[in-house]
């Protein structure tokens, strides 16, 4: 199983809407074929690994981290296929939450006569795919908020200066992070004060682009703004309120640029309904890189999910300097946010801290 999941695990960004499977076919104890689901409409990782098998899977055991399909889709069946191959026994490591299988697939392998065992490595499984767990479940996007910061808590001095708190391999990982997720997500004051790209810069030009949500409910973001470029070929979700200028969204809808509007009274953009409104446009998870006035809206309507704090060997101090959550906070400790399943790594000199919500 362990297998199965580094198997999986090879496809990470890729699978998008669909969830991450590796699975692996064991004959007298010996592995005799492997497979991996690498891209939404591409073969299941079940199937990968039976057409290498061909007919050395009658009598076979396979290893999968998610339940077989039992639905038509993009793809056929996998429990058909499975069944078909004369497999003898099958190891899951978690069910599919997904309400089309949700234990269907199961059923339909027992029923044909074949063992079938669950909760292998369990916990996980349900790590590795906790953004398709979550989106299948609510229709809504998986959403980690990053931040960097010193040891003080600071996100920047009191002049606004950011950059660079952390170091390269920091940084480094900042964007494979944004390799891995179908949006990244900032609001007005990060763009007119950094003029971020918001790509995905690996090594050797590797890495997707994920599309760009820009919050500007003031419509302030001037149009020769960085995260506005190449617009057709990256998507950019640009969302604004009311008071956005018709001739202003009219130029960048004629830019590629989806526009969404809402109706505000203030200059607060309703978070949980663009959760909602992300989640119908395919957005299966978000990477919140927003500044202090951003994440203290997020915490606020409840939409993050996981926070990724990159924690750098520094002391900014300073009144006026920035932290991660802005806003008036908590007046109470016995309502601050708990995070839980907590892990630190070292990152080059700073330390990569990650828990959830």
């Not at 891209?39 to 055991?61: F, T, V």
């Not at 767990?133 to 010193?150: D, E, H, N, R, W």
Request: charged share 25%; proline share 5%; glycine share 12%.
């Amino acid at each position: 199983m362990r297998r199965a999941l580094e198997l999986a695990g090879k496809a990470v960004g890729r699978t998008s809407p669909n969830p991450m499977v590796g699975a692996v076919i064991v004959k007298n104890g010996r592995v005799i074929a492997e497979g991996y689901h690498k891209k939404a409409g591409r073969p299941h990782g079940e199937i990968e690994a039976l057409r290498k098998a061909g007919k050395r899977s009658k009598g076979a055991q396979l290893f999968v981290n998610l339940e077989p399909c039992c639905h038509h889709g993009r793809t056929p069946p996998c429990t058909d296929a499975i069944i078909e191959s004369g497999l003898r026994e099958v190891y899951i490591g978690m069910r599919d939450p997904n309400p089309q299988v949700a234990g269907k697939g199961i059923r339909q392998l027992k029923r044909a006569g074949i063992a079938v065992h669950t909760g292998i490595l369990k916990q996980e499984c349900q790590r590795l795919n906790e953004v398709f767990v979550k989106y299948i479940q609510t229709g809504m996007p998986f959403v980690t908020l990053k931040s960097a910061l010193s040891l003080d808590g600071k996100i920047a001095t009191s002049t606004g200066e950011s950059q660079w708190i952390t170091g390269p391999e920091a940084r480094e990982q900042v964007h494979r992070m944004r390799d891995r997720v179908d949006a990244v997500l900032v609001g007005a004051g990060t763009v007119l004060k950094d003029n971020p790209r918001l790509t995905t810069r690996l090594k050797k030009g590797t890495g997707c682009n994920p599309a760009r949500v820009i919050l500007d409910a003031k419509a302030e973001i001037p149009l020769k703004a960085r995260v506005f470029h190449h617009a057709k070929r990256d998507r950019v979700i640009y969302i604004t309120t009311n008071k956005a200028p018709y001739t202003r969204v009219r130029k960048l809808v004629k830019r590629g640029i989806e526009v969404h509007g809402f109706y505000a009274n203030s200059n607060h953009i309703p978070l949980i309904k663009l959760n909602k409104i992300l989640g119908e446009e395919g957005i299966t998870s978000v990477l919140l890189e927003g500044g202090s006035g951003v994440n203290a809206s997020a915490l606020k309507d409840g939409i993050v999910d996981k926070a990724v704090l990159f924690l750098a060997p520094l002391i900014i101090g300073g009144d006026s300097a920035p932290g991660v959550v802005g806003g008036p906070g908590i007046k109470s400790l016995k309502r601050a946010l708990n995070i839980k399943n907590l892990t630190v790594t070292p990152v080059g000199a700073d330390w990569m801290v990650e828990g959830y919500l």
